[in-house]
């Protein structure tokens, strides 16, 4: 069974840093980009920033450049998201995603991790 | 950035009802479009990819259409499993953007 799970959500006081993981299982880690979407909440879908199956390339939104940092262990299978200097607008649930094959859609997903930023 | 915009943001329907939901781009996308259904406390599921490819297992009653800057989600017979929110996704470019959503209620 294809499978992403979360962790590392919490709560966290604004300019902290925190750590999420996702651990993937079911299919081949490395053919796939992999995917961080964030939803704050009531609110709509937010990509965060996506690598390639190497980890060579990576892209960020604006709203988290030079704040982020995306990485995988392909050894483990597994992705992060290294969050520093964190805002009250960080605020959200981070889903973790596989991206299909030569696209940049997200066909699978995890069930998400919660982050609080606040005081 | 590429902006999508999605209409309406509400939508009340009832069973058997057909439903449109329509996804705007700023600028062409070509077929770069995907649609996902989301329920509340779950995570999104793709739909819908390239404009109008339906993913594996996804009923028939879905159905996507157009390119460049105008498309549309189609559901031929709304079902209860159906009531959510749908949203679509450029991905012709970075940074990949969603819509705002519409939320398909029960009249």
């Known amino acids: 069974e294809v499978q992403l799970v979360e962790s590392g959500g919490g709560l966290v006081q604004p300019g902290g840093s925190l750590r999420l993981s996702c651990a993937a299982s079911?299919?081949?880690?490395?053919?796939?980009?992999m995917t961080w979407v964030r939803q704050a909440p009531g609110k709509g879908l937010e990509w965060v920033a996506n690598i390639n199956g190497d980890g060579g390339d990576k892209k960020y939104a604006d709203s988290v450049q030079g704040r982020f940092t995306v990485s995988r262990d392909n050894a483990k299978n597994s992705l992060s998201l290294q969050m520093n200097g964190l805002r009250a607008e960080d605020t959200a649930v981070f889903y973790c995603a596989r991206t299909r094959y030569a696209a940049a859609f997200m066909d699978v997903w995890g069930k998400g991790t919660t982050v609080t930023v606040s005081s | 950035d590429i902006q999508m915009t999605q209409s309406p943001s509400t939508l009340s329907a009832s069973v058997g009802d057909r439903v449109t939901i329509t996804c705007r781009a700023s600028q062409s996308i070509s077929s770069w479009l995907a649609w996902y259904q989301q329920k509340p406390g779950k995570a999104p599921k793709v739909m819908i990819y390239k404009a109008s490819s339906l993913e594996s297992e996804v009923p028939s009653r879905f159905s996507g259409s157009g390119s460049g800057t105008e498309f549309t989600l189609t559901i031929s017979s709304l079902q209860p499993d159906d009531f959510a929110t749908y949203y679509c996704?450029?991905?012709?470019?970075?940074?990949?953007?969603f819509g705002g959503g519409t939320k398909v209620e029960i009249k």
């Open positions: 079911g299919f081949t880690f490395t053919n796939h980009w």
């Open positions: 996704q450029q991905y012709v470019s970075y940074p990949l953007t």
